[in-house]
């Protein structure tokens, strides 16, 4: 028996994870015919929620039947692909270590607190430092220094990745017109265009100000892995709130609407101003009547406690 099929005799779940789909129930919807699906994909996994599980999944596979032991990645200080690869090392018995942006603390956050409580190694570099972290030196250089380490990038888009996300769409039990997804690295939302195959209409929320350059990104990651473009989809760039979690009165208040009336906890950087972007496209008349449309819920509710710490909002 090949190292592949032991990886999924020890961990047979690891494909079979699926995530319900919710109808949102909102008088703004009924006033303008529409119907809204929530795909629940925060639910996922207990610990490696959302989209960072699809993203995970087959690099973790890839990185046993490499025989590496070690998964290595970046992110900032509140990153939720830092808390999930280090619930995943945790989980699927890999050594982790995390390259955090930013001078270290001496008081952990609730992210990187739970990151080293699951066993994650973490280093520190300055800005400067971290922006050279993708460089054929600087890989190198952590190559050989750690022979033993499957390398993830910041945010953990490969075409790995991709495939894990495009799952997704299979996996979504309504008919509908539309899918709309947050985009940090674009990845994600690569992967529901690809798995999509120009089905459908896609809208992309941009999480960073100026996130039109996600366009030549996405481009690039579904050609790269379909050998195909596709014009089935769209980014929506105006509702970054001011950029990468900036967050601002009316989208702390919308948030917690979304929760009083859905029971649906949601995070301000990225399904926060999807959602908020998709009440606002609904109110100015978007989408024709008795259109269908599924949000992707990405998870991320890790970061809400640090978020609430640092920004001193209630966010639950």
């Keep these: 028996m090949g190292v592949p099929s032991l990886f999924l005799f020890y961990y047979p779940n690891i494909m079979k994870a699926s ?19 929530l795909k629940r ?22 990185a046993r039947e490499s025989g590496k032991n070690t998964l290595l990645t970046f992110g900032g200080a509140y990153s939720n692909h830092i808390a999930a690869v ?6 699927f018995n890999f050594r982790t270590i995390g390259y955090i942006r930013g001078e270290a603390h001496l008081t952990l956050n609730p992210t990187l607190t739970f990151a080293t409580n699951c066993g994650m190694q973490l280093h520190y570099l300055d800005r400067e430092a971290y922006r050279l972290k993708n460089t054929p030196f600087f890989l190198e250089k952590l190559r050989h220094e750690y022979p033993e ?14 495939k894990g996300c495009a799952e997704i769409v299979p996996d979504i039990t309504v008919a509908y017109d539309y899918l709309l997804c947050a985009a940090g690295t674009g990845g994600t939302l690569a992967g529901i ?16 100000k100026g996130g039109a350059f996600l366009k030549e990104d996405i481009v690039h990651l579904v050609t790269h892995y379909t050998g195909q473009t596709y014009d089935n989809w ?17 989208l702390v208040a919308f948030i917690q609407y979304f929760r009083q009336q859905h029971q649906v906890p949601i995070e301000p950087i990225y399904t926060g101003k999807m959602l908020y972007g998709l009440y606002d496209l609904i109110r100015n008349d978007y989408f024709k009547p008795n259109t269908a449309i599924v949000a992707i819920h990405t ?18």
Aim: glycine share 14%; charged share 20%.
């Design 149 to 162: 380490a499957y390398l993830l990038p910041e945010g953990g888009t490969n075409l790995l990745a991709l």
């Design 19 to 37: 995530a319900p789909v919710q109808l949102l129930q909102d008088p703004l919807f009924a006033t303008k015919g529409v119907q809204v699906y």
């Design 86 to 91: 280090a619930a995943a090392g945790r989980e």
């Design 299 to 316: 998870g991320g509710l890790q970061g809400l406690a640090g978020l609430e710490e640092r920004l001193g909002v209630r966010l639950t």
């Design 193 to 208: 265009i690809a798995g999509l195959a120009g089905e459908k209409q896609v809208i992309g929320f941009p999480a960073l």
């Design 41 to 62: 994909e925060d639910l996922l996994h207990p610990t490696i929620p959302g989209n960072k599980w699809r993203k995970l999944k087959y690099n973790l596979q890839a």
């Design 234 to 250: 769209e980014l929506q760039t105006q509702y970054h709130f001011g950029g990468y979690a900036k967050i601002k009165p009316e």
